[in-house]
């Protein structure tokens, strides 16, 4: 879904320098083309040679050209800027701009129900400072597979918004569907944890927040929340954890 959003942004942003070159160089070359068939149509008229007209053909051609290599190349490069600006550079998921993009796209609707769930791994850093930063890189796309296997489609979207954080954009789906959605998600963390090449039992936390329709709170406001509550998740299976750890000990 996120290959699907389209960003409305001026052409300098993204073009690279050769279409920027293509965007001047080919209605400037059209234009001199175009005064010269003119002079070219006054000689025809002046002495009637087919000469001229064989040149206009010449020059008829010639812009035509132009303008298809100019046209399908400057095409070209907006789907791959596309691409690079709505897929993340590492992960197999939308990325940060993806994110912002349709959160500005939902923000003036007010008849659908909009959820954010936000997540992260537990223990990351852990990850990278014991097995290296490419174990690390190679949790986060597995970690980002799984969200779009789960969630992905066209009620949902997945994008990172940095590091090890995620964000699922969700329309209408109800909290009973969310949970098992996420149950599904750790159930499948489970699995890969097995797999994985390094001794690390994959977990997340997550948090949900939801603008309910008619509701007049801006997304960011959402998104806020749904960060807090992910926090709020963090430390309430911090302390549980704690919990477990001393009730084995003074069972040991």
């Not at 489970?190 to 603008?211: D, K, M, N, V």
């Not at 008619?214 to 963090?234: F, N, Q, S, T, W």
């Amino acid at each position: 879904m996120a290959q699907r959003i389209r960003q409305s942004m001026s052409a300098h942003l993204r073009l690279g320098r050769l279409d920027r070159t293509l965007l001047t160089a080919v209605p400037v070359s059209v234009a001199l083309l175009f005064f010269a068939m003119l002079a070219m149509i006054a000689c025809y008229q002046m002495d009637g040679s087919p000469m001229w007209l064989v040149r206009m053909v010449f020059a008829i051609s010639i812009v035509t050209i132009l303008l298809l290599y100019g046209f399908f190349h400057i095409l070209q490069s907006w789907r791959r800027s596309d691409a690079y600006l709505y897929t993340d550079p590492l992960c197999p998921c939308g990325s940060r701009t993806a994110m912002q993009e349709l959160l500005r796209r939902l923000e003036p609707r007010r008849d659908i129900d909009v959820t954010i769930l936000y997540a992260d791994l537990n223990h990351f850093k852990y990850v990278n400072d014991t097995f290296g930063h490419e174990a690390g890189d190679q949790l986060l796309v597995l970690f980002a597979r799984t969200l779009g296997r789960v969630f992905d489609g066209s009620h949902a979207m997945t994008a990172r918004v940095g590091g090890d954080e995620f964000v699922v954009i969700l329309k209408d789906v109800d909290e009973k569907e969310i949970l098992e959605a996420w149950q599904q998600v750790e159930l499948d963390l489970q699995e890969e944890s097995r797999r994985l090449p390094f001794r690390y039992w994959i977990t997340s936390a997550h948090g949900c927040a939801t603008r309910p329709k008619g509701d007049l709170r801006p997304l960011e406001d959402i998104v806020r929340a749904a960060d807090h509550a992910m926090y709020e998740c963090k430390e309430a299976m911090k302390r549980n954890a704690q919990v477990q750890s001393t009730t084995a000990r003074r069972s040991a």
